[in-house]
């Protein structure tokens, strides 16, 4: 290694030189394709003669319009390849490249040497690779294979060959600072480098550390929908991430960003995440909430209650008698069972069960609901349910047309004619002139004008009933939905002693004019059955993450609604924290979606973001957790400390974010169980200097010491974690686990908790050997 140091420091500067001349290049480049761009829009229509009396004028017009655009965009797209090209190698200048691998391929004599780094880096003759992008597909070899024989695929087929060597290097500002040559997995010692860090606002790339397991994330590239089931920090959010990277790469000339889709679980997530596909040279994803979806798509007919408050009244409302009512309602209204049930229901209603609304026009009833449903049931049994409403809304369309030619006499559109302002009137008359072609000179003139006045009067006023028509909301899909809570026959089989409780309280919440939000996916699911799905065509590939927290019924949806989309789903059932998850341990019932042939798994076990001590202590929380295994990297072990009261809690807590400070730790977060407890321990804080509360509204990730409810911590980490209140009295209960489980993995060198009273009974089964307990 010695003698190799000083050759790989030679060729890294030849390599920095190489970068600074194709710098200066492309900055020039890019300076006067700028220019070219601000050119053509400055004198755009100075090339362009705009003659428009004859045909011929027009159409040369047109062409030359044309003509003009498309230089324009030339001119952009070539400036904005010039300038990713820039921005790839000026962030390939700290770095260069971080990996290598001697390879020989079969039936050559020749080892070559393969750089691997962010982006592709070309000689100046343009011919040879100094290094080759982490996506390449040579560079798949460095990320799956350990030395001897090896494989990678190209377009053109498979190359067979020899790894013989595979180094990792440390380059710090311009220096090879050192180079390990690494066998089985990707330098443990560099691993170790990156995790022992403190974080900041962002999580990053893990490109130069990719592990093998997560690679086949990456570069999966087969089958409708891929499930990740990976532990707590196994990096379950960084492989996605880096798989949309690929992606973009490998289908560059068919692929954009804007194609993409991440479900993700809050928009402080969001703002989290939003730094790693940047840091790549890539364009972000568009980010969404399920919530957000459902807000956009709802909020017009009702007041949507958001995840959050769902599970903030279970964490906090168990006192209050409708409880087991509600949470009962939550693990139906989420069940496989439901989403048959409104299946079915749909089906049924093709014989009957229908419910429409009147329709009126200025107070006068043109058709009622009774005549509606008259109407769609008389209609061909045998037509399929869509083409029925379609006749359906036909057949109101003639009635509408029907108003429109009676209406214009009345005395209403006459004092309308009659009110109109000077300008109205000339415009209408314009309109109409151009129209039906008369002028106005003789009295038949006239009447025609007048009549034909009225008709516009009319058509303008019937313009919002004929929106609402095609717009099928003659349809009364609350009283719909409100039937399934009014009818127990739709309950095949056994009916919760719960059942008639969550009909009245189903029912009550929807006269309100809200939907709880274990009501609102299905009342949407069974809106879309009837209506028809609103599709989007464009995305092409939808990850959800933390997909433990999603109902069977939100993937059936997200199914349909991107009907060209491929799907990846990563999650942990160990952090399941939502009341409908309680009994779903795998994500096996997702297999239906696409069937088995188009379903591929692939399960993450290492758990990176936290020390041997801190996994050690939490796999032992979740059933089967002895499965987790950990990477290796020391810490301290996890504290327990018992007190009496919460004046001394709060003064423990205080000296110990002080220590935390002192080890010079960026993030400190006090884990609460809910918003409730959070807004508590945030008032009795106040005097830790700068502390902030994070709420479910909050949209950045905040460095310093946070207080911060544990299912908003979700997906997140920090350098330190204090669990405020570990005791009995907080999580006593046995369907608290995964969210004590969650809160306690957010940790990645430090974890305290502290517990007032009786510790938790999820504490009992941890060894003396693998935490501290300390008593004040
Ligand atoms: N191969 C890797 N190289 C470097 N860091 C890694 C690697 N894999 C994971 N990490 C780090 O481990 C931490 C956890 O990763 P990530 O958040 O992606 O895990 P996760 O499985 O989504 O976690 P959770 O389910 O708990 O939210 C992050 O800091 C990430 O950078």
């Not at 798989?243 to 973009?248: E, G, N, Q």
């Not at 069972?337 to 043109?366: A, P, V």
């Not at 006023?461 to 349809?475: A, G």
């Amino acid at each position: 290694m010695k003698t190799e140091l000083p050759r790989e420091q030679e060729r890294l500067e030849n390599v920095m030189e190489t970068i600074s001349e194709q710098i200066g290049k492309l900055k020039e480049e890019t300076d006067w394709r700028r220019q070219e761009v601000v050119g053509f829009r400055k004198h755009f229509w100075d090339d362009v003669k705009v003659n428009t009396d004859t045909f011929d004028d027009y159409l040369e017009t047109i062409i030359s319009l044309r003509q003009q655009a498309q230089n324009l965009s030339v001119s952009q797209s070539t400036h904005k390849q010039a300038s990713n090209k820039l921005s790839a190698l000026l962030r390939m200048q700290d770095v260069p490249y971080f990996g290598r691998i001697d390879f020989m391929e079969e039936g050559t004599s020749n080892t070559e040497r393969i750089y691997i780094g962010i982006s592709t880096l070309m000689d100046l003759s343009g011919e040879n690779f100094l290094i080759y992008d982490w996506r390449a597909p040579i560079s798949s070899v460095y990320y799956n294979y350990s030395s001897g024989p090896a494989e990678y695929t190209t377009p053109e087929g498979v190359i067979d060959g020899v790894l013989e060597e595979k180094w990792q290097y440390i380059i710090r500002g311009g220096v090879v600072e050192s180079m390990f040559e690494t066998s089985l997995t990707i330098g443990d010692e560099i691993l170790q480098q990156v995790l022992g860090k403190s974080t900041d606002k962002h999580l990053h790339s893990i490109v130069s550390t990719i592990q093998m397991e997560q690679n086949q994330i990456i570069r999966h590239d087969h089958g409708r929908l891929l499930i990740v089931q990976g532990a707590a920090g196994s990096g379950k959010t960084s492989a996605a991430l880096q798989r949309i990277a690929y992606l973009l790469y490998k289908y560059r000339d068919r692929l954009k960003a804007d194609q993409i889709i991440l479900f993700s679980p809050n928009s402080m997530f969001n703002s989290y995440v939003s730094n790693v596909l940047p840091e790549l040279g890539e364009e972000n994803m568009q980010q969404v909430t399920f919530q957000e979806y459902l807000v956009h798509r709802l909020s017009d007919e009702f007041q949507v209650e958001g995840p959050y408050e769902q599970l903030e009244y279970v964490l906090t409302a168990t006192d209050e008698p409708a409880y087991r009512t509600r949470s009962e309602s939550i693990r139906f209204k989420a069940s496989i069972r439901f989403f048959e049930i409104i299946k079915r229901y749909r089906q049924s209603l093709e014989l009957s069960g229908m419910l429409f609304k009147g329709i009126k026009f200025r107070g006068k009833q043109i058709v009622t609901a009774k005549q509606i449903t008259e109407r769609f049931y008389n209609c061909d049994t045998s037509l399929r349910f869509h083409n029925r409403l379609e006749k359906l809304t036909k057949w109101l369309n003639e009635l509408v047309d029907e108003v429109e030619k009676h209406e214009c006499t009345e005395a209403w559109v006459q004092e309308k004619i009659e009110l109109l302002s000077e300008d109205d009137y000339q415009k209408a008359y314009n309109h109409l002139r151009k129209k039906q072609g008369f002028k106005g000179a003789s009295s038949d003139d006239y009447e025609m004008e007048s009549e034909a006045l009225g008709q516009l009067i009319v058509r303008q006023k019937l313009k919002l009933l004929r929106k609402q028509i095609r717009e099928l909301r003659f349809l009364n899909i609350k009283g719909i939905y409100k039937q399934l809570f009014s009818d127990a026959t739709w309950m095949d089989g056994e009916i919760s002693e719960e059942w008639e409780d969550i009909c009245l309280s189903t029912l009550k919440m929807l006269d309100e004019g809200k939907l709880f939000y274990e009501d609102a996916t299905p009342f949407l699911l069974l809106k879309e059955l009837i209506q028809g799905f609103q599709t989007n065509n464009i995305i092409k590939h939808v990850l959800v993450d933390e997909a433990q927290d999603y109902s069977p019924f939100q993937f059936e949806f997200l199914k349909r609604l991107f009907p060209a989309a491929r799907m990846t789903v990563l999650g942990d059932f160990n952090q399941a924290i939502f009341a409908h998850a309680s009994e779903t341990v795998d994500f096996n019932t997702l297999t239906s979606l696409y069937g088995p042939n188009e379903t591929n798994t692939i399960n993450l076990t290492r758990s990176y973001r936290s020390t041997r001590p801190i996994v050690e202590f939490t796999r032992v929380l979740v059933p089967n957790g002895e499965r987790i295994t950990v990477f290796e990297r020391d810490g301290e072990k996890p504290v327990l400390t018992q007190l009496t009261d919460r004046k001394e809690l709060h003064r423990c807590i205080v000296s110990k974010v002080s220590d935390l400070q002192k080890q010079k730790l960026n993030t400190i977060a006090i884990i609460c169980k809910s918003a409730e407890e959070s807004v508590a321990a945030y008032d009795s804080l106040s005097n830790v200097q700068e502390i902030k509360l994070v709420k479910s509204g909050s949209i950045e990730y905040e460095q310093g010491v946070v207080v911060i409810p544990a299912y908003l911590a979700k997906g997140i980490e920090f350098d330190a974690v204090i669990i405020y209140d570990a005791s009995t009295e907080v999580y006593g209960d046995e369907s608290l686990r995964r969210l004590f489980y969650t809160a306690c993995t957010r940790a990645m060198h430090y974890l305290q908790l502290y517990s007032v009273g009786e510790m938790s009974p999820f504490l009992l089964n941890v060894a003396p050997k693998s935490i501290v307990r300390s008593l004040t």
